[in-house]
């Protein structure tokens, strides 16, 4: 257990820094508010325990073998955060008596996290760089997962929330499309860099 300390603090930076995760959870929240995101947030944490559980097990680095398999991931993966930065920026200004449209949803936010390569990255990383159970690689792996999964909800709470105080600015239409488009733009590049990286 000596290792947790080191495992926490990447865990905080890997997990909580800019990316698409992170970054459309703050831009859900400025757009619907923190509790109409909250099923968006379960989805992401639940696909990034998905992701840690297909890591740990070793049938990323399989299915990646594969030939053909990684560009057409990637592909898919760009795709849809194009997709996801496009809804963003073209969307509406909220109105003064409410909320616009309907938030992300749970599985939109499980999909985000399946196909999200930064997610795969920091754990492969986080998992293959850490051991805090040396003597028990089944707890070792078990007490990760755990130990994820909290600091994970942890910052895309703070990210959802953090968005959410943005919200006030999204009833004057210029400042909204400003927002949104910086929100957007911003997601894009997080991409961009992982795949240029």
């Known amino acids: 257990m000596d290792a947790l300390p080191g495992f926490l603090i ?20 400025a757009a619907f508010g ?31 073998a594969v030939p053909g398999v990684a560009p057409a991931v990637a592909a898919l993966a760009a795709l849809y955060f194009l997709w996801l930065a496009w809804r963003i920026a073209t969307a509406p200004a909220l109105a003064e008596e409410g909320r616009r449209g309907e938030p992300p949803t749970l599985a939109a936010g499980l999909l985000l996290s399946l196909v999200n390569p930064k997610g795969y990255v ?20 078990g007490l990760k997962l755990v130990v994820l999964t909290l600091v994970i909800a ?6 959802l929330f953090g968005g959410a105080a943005l919200t006030r600015f999204f009833r004057d239409p210029r400042t909204n499309r400003i927002i949104n ?13 992982v795949f240029i990286v």
């Not at 865990?11 to 820094?17: C, E, F, H, N, Y």
């Not at 488009?181 to 860099?193: D, I, K, R």
């Open 10 to 29: 990447a865990a905080v930076a890997l997990a909580g820094s800019p990316g698409p995760a992170t970054l459309s959870l703050a831009a859900a929240g």
């Open 34 to 64: 923190a509790r109409r995101g909250i099923g968006y947030l379960a989805g992401i944490v639940a696909g990034m325990v998905a992701v840690m559980a297909i890591v740990a097990s070793g049938m990323a680095g399989l299915l990646l």
């Open 122 to 141: 920091a754990m492969a990383a986080l998992y293959s760089g850490f051991v805090l159970r040396p003597d028990r690689l089944v707890a070792d792996a």
């Open 154 to 159: 942890a910052v895309n709470v703070a990210w």
């Open 181 to 193: 488009v910086a929100f957007a733009l911003s997601l894009v590049g997080s991409v961009a860099l």
